[in-house]
């Protein structure tokens, strides 16, 4: 029996939505595991401080600007990741963006951005990725950061819970159509994962009930969330493809 091999050296990962929350974090972690990170969004400067930083912690990574629901930006961030790495072998499609409100209040601009960044974005960063990894003749891995609210729903979140529901199945899909190429699509699905954007609302009584129907009756850390990314990017998970991971508390299986 082989050793289970979690390292990422010489692997190239680009992670959207790097410059703040769940991608500033996933980035330094990924590059301790040995990969080299390519780091985007579309704001440049916290980009380049996450570059900074990581490279002064001896690892490899790159700031590319991109905006996920423009084509264009999307292919000259590839070209760049390309440039200066060779090749992308893993893409973490976690920019995102989740606006509250209403069903009745929802206008069209905000259900066309929510979709356009996190259904549609995803769906073309993926293709992008996929079809340079495919061209190269290299297989890959490809995971998306949907959400439980993909699974199951909450009031005022209807065009986000739609577009998490559809990048779901978009990674069903993608998984089913390329694995014939070496390619591997999977799905992290967070619970309520504590940021400084929710932590004054959890300190309320509504946000304490919500804690309360959680199995685990706790909320995640984003650390919560380190283990299946390495897992999911690295050669572990090569017989893994279409899957949905929860990282939840058991959020999604409760009433
Ligand atoms: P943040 O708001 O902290 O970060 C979102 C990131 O997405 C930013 O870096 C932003 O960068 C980037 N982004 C937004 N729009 C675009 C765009 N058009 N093109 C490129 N980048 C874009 O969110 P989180 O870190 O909390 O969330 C990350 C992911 O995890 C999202 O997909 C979210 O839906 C999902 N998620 C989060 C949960 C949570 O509890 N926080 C729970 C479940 C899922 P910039 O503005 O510079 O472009």
Redesign the pocket.
């Known amino acids: 029996m082989s050793d289970v091999d979690f390292g990422l050296q010489g692997k190239v990962v680009l992670v959207?939505?790097?410059?703040?929350?769940?991608?500033q974090r996933f980035a330094p972690v990924l590059a301790r595991q040995g990969a080299n990170v390519v780091v985007?969004?579309?704001?440049r400067d916290p980009l380049l401080a996450l570059e900074e930083s990581i490279e002064q912690d001896g690892g490899r990574c790159l700031a590319v600007v991109?905006?996920?629901?423009d084509q264009a930006s999307i292919k000259s961030a590839f070209d760049q990741a390309e440039g200066a790495f060779g090749c992308v072998d893993v893409v973490i499609n976690?920019?995102?963006?989740?606006l509250s409100n209403p069903l009745l209040k929802v206008t069209e601009d905000e259900w066309d951005r929510v979709l356009d960044?996190?259904l549609k974005?995803a769906f073309m960063v993926a293709q992008e990725g996929a079809r340079r990894m495919n061209s190269q003749g290299k297989h890959g891995s490809i995971i998306n950061?949907a959400?439980i609210l993909g699974l199951r729903v909450a009031s005022h979140l209807s065009h986000y819970s739609a577009s998490k529901a559809g990048l779901i199945q978009l990674t069903k899909s993608m998984a089913l159509e390329l694995a014939d190429y070496g390619i591997r699509v999977n799905a992290i699905c967070?619970g309520?994962?504590l940021?400084d954007i929710?932590r004054d609302y959890f300190e309320t009584d509504g946000g304490k009930r919500m804690i309360q129907r959680i199995p685990q009756k706790q909320l995640g850390d984003i650390d919560d969330l380190f283990g299946p990314l390495i897992l999911l990017a690295s050669d572990a998970s090569r017989y893994m493809t279409g899957s949905v991971m929860t990282v939840d508390g058991g959020h999604s299986i409760s009433k």
Not at 18 to 23: H, K
Not at 40 to 43: L, V, W
Not at 94 to 98: F, K
């Open positions: 959207t939505g790097a410059s703040s929350g769940f991608g985007a969004a579309r704001r991109m905006d996920v629901s976690n920019a995102g963006i989740g960044t996190n974005g950061i959400s967070p309520y994962i940021t929710n």
